[in-house]
């Protein structure tokens, strides 16, 4: 069984300071690791994925993540945080053998204070 | 279009009534997902399908819950003798392959009165 655990519910931050949300995994066999973003009334939107290679992973909107296998963690950062980033966060993982859906974590909500 | 698109975008039904939520993947996308997402809680896997192969149905919660997809096309996901738990937001994703991410389509919020 794979699993995502997001263990903060609410992360507040002032603008301009450095953000990060975190997310720990479980699965079998090597993880494929997504971090989506929501912003209220709209769809998800994929920020950045993990598959292979540098463990320093950047996506849209400067947002970053950093794969650690030892931890199986899979941290979102931002090394400057703006109000329009306010948004909920959620963590997913698949493992590269068996099920090909993603089990997402029940999500962070970001509060960026001007 | 260019993205997934899904329909109706909300959803208003008696319990006990079967509804029908519609989804419109990417073209080209050979993999399409559905996910549940209830008030506040992050996503659900309900089913997923790959090109021919025969579809993921683990993540369907009861048997009142059934999907259809044609071919690469569109999808149907179908709740019969709705119960008011299923009250929730049904979000459909397609992505080009298994490894590659899923893109969202903006929901079928389906409310059970």
């Known amino acids: 069984a794979q699993s995502v655990a997001q263990p903060e519910d609410q992360v507040n931050v002032a603008e301009g300071n450095p953000l990060t949300v975190k997310c720990t995994y479980s699965?079998?066999?090597?993880?494929?690791l997504f971090w989506y973003v929501q912003y209220p009334n709209r769809g998800l939107q994929f920020l950045l994925k993990y598959i292979t290679g540098d463990n320093l992973v950047k996506g849209s909107y400067g947002f970053e993540a950093e794969f650690n296998k030892s931890q199986t963690s899979f941290h979102l950062k931002k090394p400057s945080a703006l109000v329009s980033d306010s948004a909920l966060y959620f963590c997913a993982v698949r493992g590269d053998t068996g099920r090909r859906a993603l089990t997402f974590g029940s999500g962070t909500r970001l509060q960026v204070q001007p | 279009g260019a993205g997934v698109s899904q329909s109706p975008s909300n959803k208003v039904t008696e319990k006990g009534k079967d509804v029908e939520l519609r989804c419109d993947p990417i073209?080209?996308?050979?993999?399409l997902y559905w996910y549940r997402q209830r008030l506040g809680q992050g996503l659900e896997f309900l089913i997923y399908f790959q090109g021919n192969s025969a579809p993921d149905k683990s993540g369907l919660p009861s048997d009142r819950f059934s999907a259809e997809r044609t071919g690469e096309s569109v999808s149907t996901l179908t709740i019969q003798r709705t119960q008011q738990e299923d009250s929730a937001v049904y979000l459909c994703?397609?992505?080009?392959?298994?490894?590659?991410?899923?893109?969202f389509g903006p929901g079928t919020r389906l409310t059970v009165l």
């Open positions: 994703a397609s992505s080009s392959g298994a490894g590659n991410e899923q893109f």
């Open positions: 073209s080209g996308h050979t993999a």
């Open positions: 699965v079998s066999g090597n993880p494929y």
